[in-house]
């Protein structure tokens, strides 16, 4: 989703994200907010979104795994967490931002820690709705095909009355198809104290912030409501299937932005791209593609089947052939890679630069127009321009304690099946022979070669055959 611009920050607005719940529907130990949505943990789209509407604080509820989910989130600007002990409702969860809040007047939005698809846009709306029909509160609604599981809006008069949670629902209420988002807006002043009039009688025994709806209605303060059109927008992940659900959403509507910017998909439904990444027009991208995290892609490239690339800078008119990772690389224009090709992190590729099959790289520069194609580790080097790394070439950079550098000058040549025994040093344009353990720096120019030199026994063969029988040979 393209991010709005951040507005400047609204000293009168806060918000809480509740995300204390244990998420029992997805089997996991680890908390459900910290579950990926596309490639992210859902707690970041969350963030995301409340960021876009540049706040004056965020409170982050935490509760079943808050140490886990504290310290995957970490410190950040604006940020507090409050801890709710036990977790016995949204309520009482909310109950626990009042220390950090009382005293401050204004609007709290709050959201729950389980809807990354909430668009920053939907956020604003909500406060310019809430503000212009001077609410005590205001509630983001939806109307959907299968409200089973939500919070159902009850409305007398076309206003909004209660909010009546599935378990406690007669069967005519569970017929209502708006329902709670579980997003609202608040006014600060009264909520504090409201919050403390909500009894846990009902179906779970929980303190349930949807009663609010009937206390205000019963004290004269105005509800509002917001009906979104986009009502995938409010889903909440609570199972697996929902999560590969949303994030089939979330990557969907990456996809469609990248074709829409002149990004070839061939098959956007087996095309996984994080929303972090950024891909050139005129790139080709094959079935069975994820590309991660911070990774840029620039123009007229080629990436092909079952490709995975993160975190890696990839230049203009650069071929990713079939079956390579690359984690954490630099590759310049006009480079090739693979096919079954392993970039790690720190690889740095130059113009126009090949690198075969069965090749893997980590810490290593590999120069402008230099090629290693076959068969080859290549660990902590650093090689020149037009250099050829012939096939089997082996860095040995790690002698068990320590990793040592390689250093291959401009146009060298080494020759197949070499084992460059590192610290060592190829001098520009030298030649190592095929088969060489190189343990010496070879100077520039020179010839390096280091194997057991070949002797021919004449006749051997001959000499070393039994003597004959008579039986034949089986
Ligand atoms: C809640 C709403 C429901 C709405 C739905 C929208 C209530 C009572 N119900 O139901 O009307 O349709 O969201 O998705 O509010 N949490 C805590 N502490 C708790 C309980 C929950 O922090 O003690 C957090 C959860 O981590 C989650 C959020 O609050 O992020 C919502 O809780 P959840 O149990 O998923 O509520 P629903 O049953 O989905
Ligand atoms: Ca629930």
Same mark, same amino acid.
């Given at each position: 989703?393209?991010?709005?611009?951040?507005?400047?920050?609204?000293?009168?607005?806060?918000?809480?994200?509740?995300?204390?719940?244990?998420?029992?529907?997805?089997?996991?130990?680890?908390?459900?907010?910290?579950?990926?949505?596309?490639?992210?943990?859902?707690?970041?789209?969350?963030?995301?979104?409340?960021?876009?509407?540049?706040?004056?604080?965020?409170?982050?509820?935490?509760?079943?795994?808050?140490?886990?989910?504290?310290?995957?989130?970490?410190?950040?600007?604006?940020?507090?967490?409050?801890?709710?002990?036990?977790?016995?409702?949204?309520?009482?969860?909310?109950?626990?931002?009042?220390?950090?809040?009382?005293?401050?007047?204004?609007?709290?939005?709050?959201?729950?820690?389980?809807?990354?698809?909430?668009?920053?846009?939907?956020?604003?709306?909500?406060?310019?709705?809430?503000?212009?029909?001077?609410?005590?509160?205001?509630?983001?609604?939806?109307?959907?095909?299968?409200?089973?599981?939500?919070?159902?809006?009850?409305?007398?008069?076309?206003?909004?009355?209660?909010?009546?949670?599935?378990?406690?629902?007669?069967?005519?209420?569970?017929?209502?198809?708006?329902?709670?988002?579980?997003?609202?807006?608040?006014?600060?002043?009264?909520?504090?104290?409201?919050?403390?009039?909500?009894?846990?009688?009902?179906?779970?025994?929980?303190?349930?912030?949807?009663?609010?709806?009937?206390?205000?209605?019963?004290?004269?303060?105005?509800?509002?409501?917001?009906?979104?059109?986009?009502?995938?927008?409010?889903?909440?992940?609570?199972?697996?299937?929902?999560?590969?659900?949303?994030?089939?959403?979330?990557?969907?509507?990456?996809?469609?932005?990248?074709?829409?910017?002149?990004?070839?998909?061939?098959?956007?439904?087996?095309?996984?791209?994080?929303?972090?990444?950024?891909?050139?027009?005129?790139?080709?991208?094959?079935?069975?593609?994820?590309?991660?995290?911070?990774?840029?892609?620039?123009?007229?490239?080629?990436?092909?089947?079952?490709?995975?690339?993160?975190?890696?800078?990839?230049?203009?008119?650069?071929?990713?052939?079939?079956?390579?990772?690359?984690?954490?690389?630099?590759?310049?224009? $006009? &480079?090739? =890679? %693979?096919?079954?090709?392993? /970039?790690?992190?720190?690889?740095? !590729? @130059?113009? +126009?630069?090949? #690198? *075969?099959?069965?090749?893997?790289?980590?810490?290593?520069?590999?120069?402008?127009?230099?090629?290693?194609?076959?068969?080859?580790?290549?660990?902590?080097?650093?090689?020149?321009?037009?250099?050829?790394?012939?096939?089997?070439?082996?860095?040995?950079?790690?002698?068990?304690?320590?990793?040592?550098?390689?250093?291959?000058?401009? $146009? &060298?040549? =080494? %020759?197949?099946?070499?084992? /460059?025994?590192?610290?060592?040093? !190829? @001098?520009? +344009?030298?030649? #190592? *022979?095929?088969?060489?353990?190189?343990?010496?720096?070879?100077?520039?120019?020179?010839?390096?070669?280091?194997?057991?030199?070949?002797?021919?026994?004449?006749?051997?063969?001959?000499?070393?055959?039994?003597?004959?029988?008579?039986?034949?040979?089986?």
């Amino acid at each position: 989703m393209t991010p709005l611009r951040p507005l400047p920050s609204q000293p009168d607005v806060h918000a809480v994200i509740l995300a204390a719940g244990q998420g029992t529907r997805m089997k996991s130990r680890l908390p459900k907010v910290l579950h990926h949505v596309a490639g992210r943990p859902m707690i970041e789209h969350v963030l995301g979104t409340t960021l876009g509407l540049s706040p004056k604080s965020i409170v982050i509820v935490v509760g079943h795994g808050a140490d886990t989910v504290e310290r995957q989130v970490g410190n950040r600007d604006k940020l507090t967490f409050v801890r709710q002990e036990p977790q016995i409702g949204t309520a009482h969860a909310l109950r626990q931002a009042e220390p950090v809040l009382a005293g401050l007047s204004g609007t709290l939005v709050l959201l729950a820690g389980d809807v990354p698809l909430l668009a920053t846009a939907t956020l604003r709306r909500l406060i310019e709705v809430h503000r212009q029909a001077g609410a005590a509160a205001t509630v983001v609604t939806a109307i959907v095909d299968r409200p089973y599981g939500y919070g159902r809006i009850l409305r007398e008069d076309g206003r909004i009355a209660r909010i009546v949670e599935e378990r406690d629902a007669s069967a005519d209420v569970r017929q209502i198809h708006e329902i709670n988002s579980g997003i609202y807006a608040f006014d600060l002043d009264p909520l504090w104290d409201a919050l403390r009039a909500i009894a846990s009688q009902n179906a779970q025994s929980e303190y349930y912030l949807t009663d609010l709806v009937d206390i205000y209605r019963r004290r004269g303060l105005p509800v509002e409501t917001l009906t979104i059109e986009n009502a995938a927008e409010a889903r909440g992940i609570n199972s697996r299937s929902e999560l590969a659900e949303v994030s089939r959403i979330v990557r969907q509507t990456k996809n469609e932005e990248l074709m829409a910017a002149g990004v070839t998909l061939i098959d956007p439904a087996t095309t996984y791209i994080d929303e972090s990444v950024e891909i050139g027009a005129d790139t080709v991208i094959h079935p069975g593609v994820a590309i991660e995290g911070r990774t840029k892609i620039g123009s007229a490239c080629e990436i092909q089947g079952s490709v995975r690339i993160r975190d890696t800078e990839i230049g203009d008119r650069v071929t990713i052939r079939n079956f390579c990772l690359i984690v954490g690389a630099r590759v310049a224009e $006009g &480079a090739s =890679i %693979g096919p079954f090709a392993h /970039l790690r992190p720190e690889t740095d !590729i @130059g113009e +126009g630069a090949r #690198v *075969g099959n069965f090749v893997e790289l980590k810490k290593t520069a590999l120069g402008p127009g230099s090629k290693a194609n076959h068969l080859t580790y290549l660990g902590d080097a650093t090689i020149g321009a037009k250099v050829n790394i012939g096939a089997g070439t082996i860095t040995c950079n790690y002698d068990g304690a320590r990793k040592h550098p390689t250093v291959i000058e401009d $146009g &060298a040549f =080494i %020759g197949s099946d070499t084992q /460059l025994i590192a610290p060592v040093r !190829i @001098g520009k +344009g030298a030649y #190592v *022979g095929a088969g060489s353990s190189i343990t010496e720096d070879v100077p520039a120019g020179a010839l390096g070669i280091a194997r057991g030199r070949q002797s021919n026994v004449e006749g051997w063969a001959e000499r070393m055959k039994p003597p004959s029988t008579d039986r034949d040979e089986s």
